[in-house]
């Protein structure tokens, strides 16, 4: 996305943002419908699988149950507070829901990188890579429920940003509480809280698009660790997180607990996935793992989340994608729809990126792409044909993680550094002044 | 003397074979039940009066179990009993999803009795199982009339790690007398193994003849005749599915390779961060 082919910076008016809008909702409103009809009428369902898990778990709760009498029902009973209208009004209501948290994602984007200043044309381009990519818009209208999760992660950048540190901190406890990934963002949000230029109450100053950055690289201070940012961030998300657990815990005991806290952390699924854990898993299934071995698979993932947070952690929204990806590719068992934790952070991270689309981005795109695909077809051998293609399909999933490391390592290698709080205004660099 | 004693050892030895085969408890047939008895049972479903009571999917302890369920009133069996006849049992599809074929035909079905409703109480084998949600939404399409899994039915546990379960499936006889049911099924997870391949065999389904749950004195009661019970080992060829399984000698160098990988993984992302980050700096103290 090169700042310096900006020379028409209105896009053409079928391209407004706006009609962008209008068009996605109407795409996802048309989908919904229609994935109505395809459930009636086909053997196959539109619907996901999680969807009447989830409206099942929503029309116990009304009735004044445990979500959890529903087995494979894992999520926070908020979940299934937010889908009772599903019994009450139409059993649509949540994917309506969901989509409606799509767009508000797509809105969030655009309204980031309008904070930071980017052009229209790439904040637009940026905003349809989210609002037109095939993924997102089928994973809310079949009824999945990550772009509330993304929604929140969004927010909570844009809360950051305008320096309410209060209402990112109870964002951030509450969508912990509602999925356990998000943990992984706390350091480097942590880390950013930088007090010389993060004061609560205050908006902070924005690192803008136009501005290349000059920001020294700041010594890390213990002392500043428990800065008073820090220490109420600390204090308030972790609040959140206990109360909600409490009150979850107070309705619905041990079985909360168990399903929908530790079950993700100790989830260790044998059955095929794009994880390249799944047949080393498998094939161990019979006797438990030691401590020691449950260590071992996890200093990988534990390393690269140390490093990604401590080379980059200024630039917060880089950061988040990098944990995120590598959070995904590490994990012992990776589902499809873990991939939109990321694709919701990647137009954030598109206009700072020198990569053009010819070739580099276009490669990188076939390699991932294809990558699954390839993985896709093992699985489809062995699921749907009955074939032992075990060890075949272990090896789509090595290079799966082969194509996620370089497509990794080609963002981070094109990636202009951009610290989210940067120094003051001027974009003329000898103007520079400094915060104290 | 010798010879008469031998004589004498021979026969308290025939003699002792003879008792002991008297106590032998495979001829059960006083204790268990077998085909065109008649019991009754209070409940909707067979085997939820099973599991009331007992908690093991064994097949003798089901036939001592009904034999004990008495008729509070002695109806006259028909003139000519109703018979069985098992057309057709296969598994039918591909992969991991498939569907358990059973045909059947009532020779000398009378469409007029009470007893017109077929149960077929299916044991699945270890290693595969049903999914009572998806065989809901079948009932409600009316596939069956009824139809309830019982045992274990957790959907994500591999084999070695789960017990068996039971489908009870009760289905209208037609004019005709002839059935057909199409049952699906799923494979678990199967334990590892040397050849890749995991074999599981279906015998055959017990089958009973049913009337409608009739209030009956003090309690509701359901009037069952049984059609065919314990032949869940065929002696004919049974119906197998061959389902994909891990191979115990992959198991070493899968770990490392998966292992090694991880670790070339992590250190390439950890390399290109730690340079891209001191291009940065490199930059920057360029600049200023």
């Known amino acids: 996305m090169s700042r310096a082919s900006d020379k028409t910076d209105e896009p ?17 409103f048309f989908l919904i419908i229609y994935g109505e009809w395809q459930d009636a009428h086909m053997e196959v369902r539109y619907t996901d699988v999680d969807y009447i898990v989830f409206s099942d778990a929503a029309s116990l709760m009304a009735s004044g149950e445990s979500p959890y009498k529903r087995t494979t029902y894992r999520y926070s009973p ?14 649509s209501w949540g994917k309506f829901l969901f989509s409606a948290s799509d767009l508000l994602v797509g809105l969030f984007i655009r309204m980031i990188l309008k904070q930071r200043k980017v ?19 089928t994973i809310g209208t079949r009824g999945n429920c990550e772009p509330i999760v993304c929604a929140m992660i969004l927010w909570i950048i844009i809360s950051l940003m305008k320096g309410n540190l209060s209402q990112a901190a109870f964002w951030y406890g509450l969508v912990v509480h509602f999925r356990v990934y998000p943990i992984i963002y706390a350091l480097p949000i942590i880390l950013v809280l930088d007090s010389k230029l993060f004061r609560s109450g205050h908006k902070p100053p924005l690192e803008d698009w136009t501005h290349t950055s000059s920001t ?12 008073r940012e820090r220490i109420m961030f600390g204090l308030i998300s972790g609040g959140v997180f206990l109360a909600c657990n409490a009150v979850s815990f107070y309705f619905y005991g041990h079985e909360f607990l168990h399903e929908a806290l530790l079950y993700h952390l100790t989830r260790t699924d044998p059955r095929h996935n794009f994880s390249i854990y799944f047949y080393h898993i498998y094939l161990h299934y019979e006797r438990r793992f030691s401590a020691v071995e449950k260590l071992i698979s996890f200093l990988p993932q534990f390393t690269v989340q140390l490093a990604l947070v401590f080379c980059f952690s200024q630039d917060l929204v880089f950061t988040m994608f990098l944990q995120t990806v590598a959070f995904v590719a590490f994990n012992k068992v990776i589902t499809a729809q873990y991939f939109v934790w990321f694709y919701c952070l990647l137009p954030l991270i598109l206009p700072w990126s020198r990569m053009k689309m010819k070739w580099e981005g276009l490669l990188c795109i076939v390699l991932w792409i294809g990558a699954q695909s390839h993985w896709l077809l093992w699985g489809y051998m062995l699921e749907f044909k009955g074939l032992n293609v075990f060890l075949q399909l272990w090896l789509a999933s090595l290079v799966f993680l082969a194509a996620n490391t370089f497509v990794l390592v080609k963002i981070i290698q094109r990636h202009r550094f951009s610290p989210l709080f940067g120094q003051c205004v001027s974009s003329d660099r000898k103007n520079v002044t400094k915060l104290d | 003397m010798e010879s008469s004693k031998r004589g004498r050892s021979v026969i308290s030895a025939i003699f002792i074979f003879f008792a002991l085969s008297c106590f032998n408890p495979i001829s059960t047939t006083q204790v268990e039940l077998s085909d065109s008895d008649t019991f009754c049972v209070s409940d909707h479903y067979i085997m939820q009066s099973y599991f009331t009571t007992n908690s093991s999917l064994d097949e003798s302890e089901f036939r001592s179990f009904l034999r004990l369920q008495q008729c509070s009133e002695n109806i006259s069996n028909e003139d000519v009993p109703v018979v069985a006849m098992l057309q057709q049992r296969d598994i039918t599809g591909e992969g991991s999803h498939r569907h358990l074929l059973t045909s059947i035909k009532l020779r000398s079905f009378n469409s007029q009795s009470q007893l017109h409703e077929v149960v077929i109480v299916e044991r699945l084998p270890l290693g595969v199982f049903a999914d009572p949600f998806e065989l809901q939404s079948l009932q409600q399409r009316r596939a069956f009339r009824d139809v309830s899994v019982f045992g274990d039915t957790d959907l994500e546990q591999p084999s070695f790690r789960s017990n068996r379960s039971v489908v009870e499936i009760h289905v209208d006889v037609s004019e005709t007398g002839e059935i057909s049911v199409k049952l699906p099924l799923h494979a678990r997870y199967q334990p590892i193994g040397e050849s890749g391949y995991s074999r599981v065999e279906f015998g055959e389904p017990d089958l009973f003849l049913c009337s409608r749950l009739v209030p009956n004195e003090e309690h509701e009661q359901r009037r069952c005749l049984v059609l065919s019970i314990g032949r869940s080992k065929t002696e004919t060829s049974s119906v197998v599915w061959e389902i994909p399984a891990g191979i115990r000698s992959h198991t070493e160098y899968v770990s490392v390779i998966t292992f090694v990988a991880a670790v070339l993984s992590a250190l390439s992302i950890l390399v290109a961060s730690v340079l891209s980050s001191k291009v940065e700096s490199c930059k920057n103290t360029k600049q200023s």
């Open chain 1, 12 to 28: 053409p008016k079928w391209m407004s943002f706006r009609s962008l809008l209008v068009s996605s909702m109407l795409l996802r």
């Open chain 1, 216 to 227: 020294e690289k700041r010594t890390f201070h213990l002392k500043s660790l428990f800065s």
């Open chain 1, 119 to 137: 052009s229209e044309k790439v904040c637009t381009v940026s905003v349809m890579v989210w609002l037109l990519n095939p993924f997102t818009f």
């Open chain 1, 78 to 91: 908020l979940l299934a507070l937010l889908l009772v209208p599903n019994s009450i009004f139409h059993r």
